[in-house]
């Protein structure tokens, strides 16, 4: 060995671990762009004072909404963030409301957050949801169109935590894998809810484009509720087991038939009917062109006719309509859950929106402990005019109990329109119509309109009227409720 070799290599023994940490310096920044994340804060501070007036149920003795004045403060936040391995939304507010009718102060909680966080690039991912806020105890409760003027003592908190990591894996254009576990804590306040414990674990293995046009599949999952009653309730636990094989026949580019057949082993000591058996169904998905595209299935399962998917379609540049379906078997908790899981981000205005396109606020059934089968389908019609915004959507509703059925549906139009660049105004208008199992049946009706105006960047004040009536087959649940408030609202 030459010196100059000899050198050389003592050279590069000495450097070995300073070279080793400037590697590794240089790693750490090459990946920290993945990492890097754009957060956005928009925390707001409100007042709204609202004067209630209610005839019928709604009011005198007994009654369950106070009326008079009413002084709600709200202290909120809007946050998102966004990177190449995080997403998250959040919309959280607080209210503190204070009556003169001498009653407690109220504390009223709304939170909504989503989030995904990438761990292993395309490979091992976390979803994680909480929610948290006042749910009707039944569909009959009485409904406070206005939300702020009126006491509602039907009303329970729901909070929901989930989390849920999962693995997904290819193998080349053969398949690919999907393994994932769910956990999600259910928390009711009072007497009239259990908490409930969800644990759930989805198992898929699906083939690839190198089997086209066929696309075969295979799912195995298992679901238990563990539900922790209140005292002199009875827990609706259920335990369920399915397998399916399901098939994607490649017709064109655009267009597929899809079906599946499976087994549900359904173990529900509540449950005197047998929710076990086989399920099945048969379907399509489509993309007929850029502006709409559907994947929608109908077939039985748990003894039920079911309708699933969703369908989109552009039908101009500024008007687009949407349709959800799906069945479900849990309780009203259970589909609380579900329902938060899949909440979305409205693109246009960044709020968090049902499957269909509508607020989130649009969900509330009634929380119940009892076991259903239900299946529902939601529409919306969402118009983008420049100054206007118009949004229309129904949802329908049949949970079959192991006592018998209960329908709901609820209509929903709102129109905004942008007077001025600080002066916009709403007029919004739901239906509501509930068939209990046992109870009465009710239809209930509400309109409000509402001014905003905006004082400066981050002042706007605002005042709204709101009008709700229901009639019902049981005349002592029948109410009038009038509703006038003003307000206003400071971000920072």
Not at 142 to 149: D, E, I, N, R, T
Not at 214 to 219: E, G, K, N, S
């Amino acid at each position: 060995m030459t010196v100059d070799n000899r050198h050389r290599l003592s050279a590069l023994r000495a450097s070995r671990y300073p070279v080793s940490v400037a590697a590794m310096a240089v790693s750490l920044l090459a990946t920290a762009p993945a990492w890097a994340v754009d957060w956005q804060f928009n925390p707001y501070v409100s007042e709204q004072l609202s004067v209630s007036n209610t005839s019928g149920q709604g009011g005198g003795s007994g009654s369950d909404n106070g009326d008079g004045l009413a002084a709600r403060t709200t202290v909120g936040t809007n946050t998102r963030a966004t990177g190449r391995r995080l997403k998250l939304t959040a919309d959280a507010a607080l209210a503190m409301v204070n009556r003169t009718d001498g009653r407690t102060v109220d504390l009223e909680q709304n939170l909504h957050g989503l989030s995904t966080l990438e761990l292993v690039p395309n490979r091992f991912l976390v979803d994680a949801n909480l929610s948290s806020t006042r749910e009707l105890v039944s569909t009959t409760s009485p409904v406070s169109g206005a939300g702020a003027g009126t006491d509602n003592n039907n009303r329970t908190s729901v909070t929901s935590v989930s989390i849920s990591p999962y693995w997904q894996q290819r193998y080349g254009r053969w398949a690919q894998s999907l393994a994932r576990y769910r956990h999600t804590e259910v928390i009711g306040s009072g007497g009239d809810s259990n908490d409930s414990r969800n644990d759930s674990v989805e198992l898929q293995l699906v083939a690839g484009h190198k089997l086209q046009p066929w696309r075969p599949a295979l799912t195995g999952e298992w679901t238990n509720i563990d539900e922790r009653g209140s005292a002199g309730s009875t827990p609706n636990d259920l335990t369920r087991y399915s397998l399916a094989f399901s098939n994607q026949l490649g017709l064109s580019r655009r267009y597929s038939l899809t079906g599946s057949i499976g087994y549900d082993n359904v173990d529900a000591p509540t449950q005197t009917r047998d929710l076990s058996g086989i399920s099945w169904s048969i379907g399509a998905i489509g993309r007929p062109g850029p502006r709409s595209s559907f994947d929608l299935s109908f077939g039985q399962r748990y003894g039920e006719w079911a309708v699933n998917g969703t369908a989109s379609y552009a039908l101009t540049s500024h008007l687009s309509m949407r349709l959800s379906a799906k069945q479900s078997l849990g309780t009203g908790l259970q589909d609380f859950v579900n329902d938060s899981n899949l909440v979305t981000v409205d693109p246009i205005t960044g709020e968090l929106v049902t499957p269909g396109g509508t607020p989130v606020g649009f969900l509330d059934r009634g929380i119940d402990n009892q076991i259903s089968v239900s299946q529902s389908v939601e529409t919306s019609l969402i118009g983008d005019y420049g100054r206007n915004r118009i949004t229309v959507s129904s949802y329908v509703e049949r949970r079959n109990f192991d006592v018998g059925n209960e329908d709901l549906v609820r209509v929903r139009g709102v129109v905004t329109r942008r007077l001025s660049p600080d002066l916009s105004a709403t007029l919004a208008s739901f239906y509501r119509y509930t068939k209990p199992t046992i109870e009465a049946t009710s239809h209930t009706v509400n309109a409000r309109f509402d001014l905003n105006y905006r004082l400066g960047r981050r002042t706007t004040v605002f005042a709204g009227y709101s009008y709700t009536t229901r009639r019902s087959s049981d005349t002592t649940l029948e109410y009038d409720e009038h509703v006038a408030s003003v307000g206003g609202r400071i971000s920072f």
